[in-house]
């Protein structure tokens, strides 16, 4: 008999803090029979067991959308960037190879597309249509200059920058809601249709998911050491 999924649960960035992975998805009565479960990405590094959530990921087969620290542990475990210590750390605490790793990485989609909704790490180009973007850009965007259309990872004070998902809601009107992580905010960022969920777990704030089609947020409090004023 086909099971039919209840709920859509969506995961802002982990960073390695699996214990409070765990309690969120308690929280939420995750049912992995029916519930289906997406991460906005970067589930490694930073935070003290990158392993185990990554092997949870993988072990689970469930959904996530490339992030900036997947990108750089792939690089790194690929050769195309120096190794990192963290890096070393993932692959002798994993009770996958470094092959199987790599395989899982190089796999991971940029954004995940459905009817109601768009998942993507960072963000999205408000000048060009989705299948269009940079894909580096989708994982690394904040900001876009309005004037020339360029888009930011970070703002150095030498433009005249705006966020990126302000223009987007701007100049991309529709229904589908945007759900993002990478930029850790206090607390949930919301704007029009797009939806922050990067509450800094990994610097003392709080991991939160974002429930369809309830539309509820759902949070646990870090157990990290407390930085940036979180």
């Excluded at 620290?69 to 475990?77: G, P, Q, S, T, Y």
């Excluded at 850009?137 to 433009?159: I, P, S």
Aim: glycine share 8%; aromatic share 12%; proline share 3%.
């Amino acid at each position: 008999m086909e099971v039919k999924l209840k709920r859509k649960i969506f995961v802002g960035d982990i960073h390695g803090c699996y214990a409070e992975f765990k309690k969120l998805l308690k929280k939420v009565n995750y049912d992995a029979d029916c519930d289906r479960l997406i991460s906005v990405g970067d589930i490694v590094n930073k935070g003290p067991q990158s392993a185990a959530v990554l092997d949870y990921f993988i072990k689970n087969k469930i959904e996530v959308v490339k992030g900036n620290h997947e990108d750089w542990l792939f690089r790194a475990l690929s050769g195309e960037s120096p190794m990192y210590k963290e890096g070393e750390q993932i692959v002798q605490e994993s009770a996958y190879s470094k092959e199987e790793i790599l395989h899982w990485l190089k796999n991971l989609p940029c954004y995940i597309k459905g009817e109601d909704f768009v998942a993507v790490h960072a963000g999205f180009s408000p000048y060009c249509k989705l299948k269009e973007n940079n894909e580096r850009d989708l994982f690394t965007v904040r900001y876009v200059d309005k004037e020339t259309q360029e888009l930011f990872a970070k703002d150095n004070g030498e433009h005249k920058l705006s966020p990126w998902y302000e223009e987007f809601t701007y100049q991309k009107p529709g229904k589908r809601e945007i759900i993002h992580g990478h930029w850790a905010k206090k607390k949930i960022c919301e704007y029009g249709r797009v939806i922050g969920l990067d509450t800094g777990c990994v610097y003392g704030g709080h991991l939160s998911a974002y429930i369809f089609p309830s539309k509820r947020i759902v949070q646990v409090p870090s157990e990290q050491r407390k930085q940036y004023d979180y």
